[in-house]
């Protein structure tokens, strides 16, 4: 598992492994990012479908409840199939304008 920390976010990359092997890393990582706005980068999952990111939605709800944002980064999945609970989006950059709009939700306390 790779983190690569960012001013106040943490992207997380994990290459050659499975998505459950994957998600028990990042939750065992999880105390040491839990900090940080969370981006979670699934570009190396050739394979991956809207069930599969469910498997996020424990931790995506727990990190938001602490107001902090958790974004998924895939093109496997699009926008409209994936979970309403999950933010999913196809690119960093697109991870990181969530993050910047969150945080200024949060300010304005929208």
Same mark, same amino acid.
């Given at each position: ?17 499975? +998505?459950?092997? #994957? &998600? ?9 990012? =839990? $900090? ?16 599969? +990111?469910?498997? #996020? &939605? ?9 107001? =902090? $944002? ?41």
């Amino acid at each position: 598992m790779i983190f690569e920390k960012q001013d106040n976010t943490t992207i997380v990359y994990q290459e050659d492994i499975s +998505l459950g092997k #994957f &998600l028990e890393n990042l939750e065992g990582a999880y105390p040491k990012i =839990k $900090s940080d706005h969370i981006i979670v980068n699934l570009f190396s999952f050739s394979k991956l479908t809207a069930n599969d +990111l469910l498997e #996020f &939605l424990k931790l995506s709800n727990s990190h938001r409840k602490a107001k =902090k $944002s958790f974004v998924v980064v895939t093109d496997k999945v699009t926008y409209d199939e994936a979970p309403d609970e999950i933010c999913v989006v196809p690119t960093l950059q697109e991870a990181k304008d969530v993050i910047e709009m969150e945080e200024i939700e949060r300010d304005l306390e929208l």
